[in-house]
Nanobody, 127 residues
Framework: QVQLVESGGGLVQAGDSLRLSCAAS????????MGWFRQAPGKEREFVAA????????NYVDSVKGRFTISRDSAKNTVYLQMNSLKPEDTAVYYC????????????????????WGQGTQVTISS
């Protein structure tokens, strides 16, 4: 079993930055592919970013490329989502997800590939 705890959400203005953190416990962190998803009111959960077990591969949804950066720190068992140049359309509940995979290089954008989910953290961007 893996426990995921997100933090770092909040209310900021358009153009500001936020860094989300997700601390993982319960399983060897290096065995997990990590992802961030978001869900806005009335919309389906959307893939945002993912990082492979090795940290060498990263994948982003087009709408955040160049603005968001996903990273992982194995010493702290934590994955981060650095969000810059935030826009009102980034407003959502952001969820951290972890998947148990054999490959060190894969990333996944579909929610069904992930086995564990955090409780979510609210990000609100005012215009």
């Amino acid at each position: 079993q893996v426990q995921l705890v997100e933090s770092g959400g909040g209310l900021v203005q358009a153009g500001d930055s936020l860094r989300l953190s997700c601390a993982a416990s319960g399983r060897t962190f290096s065995s997990l592919v990590m992802g961030w998803f978001r869900q806005a009111p009335g919309k389906e959960r959307e893939f945002v970013a993912a990082v492979s077990r090795s940290g060498g591969n990263r994948n982003y949804v087009d709408s955040v490329k160049g603005r968001f950066t996903i990273s992982r720190d194995s010493a702290k068992n934590t994955v981060y989502l650095q969000m810059n140049s935030l826009k009102p359309e980034d407003t959502a509940v952001y969820y951290c997800a972890a998947g148990v995979v054999w490959s060190e290089s894969v990333t996944y954008s579909r929610p069904s590939a992930y086995d564990y989910w955090g409780q979510g953290t609210q990000v609100t961007i005012s215009s």
